[in-house]
């Protein structure tokens, strides 16, 4: 049985700690990698961190994540508020799966409040900054427990 947890991360967000650091902050998703390791090791999992720009990309390793990991934690960035492929591959995966948002989506425009990847996330954590991924993933040890 695989103790790997996927944190996946959608389009722009390679750009973390670059750019728009007053709404995205200083850390790079490098940063979140490790800080995800770290947390992940405490439950005596794995965390595989992936960002991709493309959507295709993101549903085939969702799919990928069907054999390989046992949750998923998700960012699906802009993808969020636009992509059912997103969300139908996240049906297909029988784990658990946590969205994250850097940001409070809720406290911006009206086009970032409805999420399609909501309708099968467990949780979501929005607006607590890049500490949202290590949130994430203490939720993952508790539900992988
Ligand atoms: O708050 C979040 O995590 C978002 O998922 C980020 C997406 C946005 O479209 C969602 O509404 C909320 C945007 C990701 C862009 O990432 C950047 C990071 C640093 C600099 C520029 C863009």
Not at 60 to 66: L, P, Q, T, V, Y
Not at 87 to 94: I, N, P, Q, R, S
Request: hydrophobic share 40%; aromatic share 6%; proline share 3%.
């Amino acid at each position: 049985m695989t103790r790997t947890v996927y944190v996946l991360n959608g389009p722009n967000l390679n750009l973390l700690g670059k750019r728009q650091p007053e709404i995205y902050g200083r850390d790079t998703l490098e940063d979140v990698a490790a800080e995800c390791k770290r947390v992940a090791a405490e439950f005596g999992l794995e965390s595989d961190l992936r960002q991709s720009n493309y959507e295709g990309q993101i549903v085939d390793w969702i799919h990928e994540a069907r054999e390989k990991a046992a949750g998923i934690i998700i960012n699906p960035a802009a993808l969020t508020h636009t992509s059912v492929a997103v969300l139908d591959a996240l049906h297909t995966f029988e784990g658990p799966v946590l969205e994250v948002h850097i940001s409070n989506v809720h406290k911006r425009e009206s086009f970032r409040h409805h999420s399609y990847v909501s309708l099968r996330a467990e949780g979501v954590i929005a607006g607590f900054g890049v500490e949202g991924y290590a949130l994430a993933m203490r939720r993952m040890g508790s539900l992988l427990k």
